[in-house]
């Protein structure tokens, strides 16, 4: 490649144990395809702004798709991206289904997000 001197791939050969151990202490492949489908879960604004509101509290559809000035059948295509990466969980109420964050994670990916943004 232009631009990469000796140097460079002197230094790579000098830093072979960096090397090892980074590829020790490398996830497989599959964790690390899951990991880049979460953060593209992630990468929609909508979603996003659905994981605020049930940072909040949790909510039904109807609230959700009201509070956003959306369709209930757009919030509820997005709940189930959101359901199949494991970021919401459903309770039902009788015929009512109310969704909230999965677990803290998911807040600390929120907050942690934020802060960075924030920064």
């Keep these: 490649m232009p631009g990469l001197s000796a140097q460079c791939c002197d230094l790579l050969h000098i830093r072979q144990n960096v090397a090892a151990n980074v590829e020790r202490t490398m996830p497989s492949?599959?964790?690390?395809?899951?990991?880049?489908?979460?953060?593209?879960?992630?990468?929609?604004?909508?979603?996003?702004?659905?994981?605020?509101?049930?940072?909040?509290?949790?909510?039904?559809v109807c609230d959700i798709a009201n509070l956003l000035g959306m369709s209930q059948s757009a919030i509820s295509h997005q709940l189930a991206v959101l359901k199949r990466q494991k970021l919401i969980k459903a309770r039902r109420d009788g015929k009512a289904v109310f969704y909230s964050l999965a677990d803290d994670h998911v807040r600390t990916i929120i907050n942690q997000g934020m802060d960075h943004v924030n920064e």
């Design 29 to 60: 492949e599959d964790a690390l395809f899951e990991l880049s489908e979460l953060f593209k879960t992630f990468g929609d604004s909508t979603r996003i702004r659905i994981l605020f509101c049930l940072f909040i509290d949790e909510m039904c």
